[in-house]
């Protein structure tokens, strides 16, 4: 695969906020039952895209 230059690069994301992110990834799945993201029922899902999408409006 080429690189394309009209790409953006990669976001860079704080270690510590992926961290903290992976932290409320697993009491999210755990709370609805699932213990990877591949079992986990869609609300599930929904609730981690939310809380990822809030996030984002909250930090700079």
């Known amino acids: 695969m080429r690189d394309n230059p ?4 990669p976001l860079h994301i704080d270690p510590d906020e992926l961290e903290f992110r992976r932290r409320v990834r697993d009491r999210i ?12 029922p869609d609300d599930a899902l929904r609730a981690y895209y939310r809380f990822i999408q809030c996030r984002a409006l909250v930090r700079p």
């Open 29 to 40: 799945l755990r709370r609805y039952g699932a213990t990877c993201c591949n079992d986990a």
């Open 6 to 9: 009209e790409r953006e690069p």
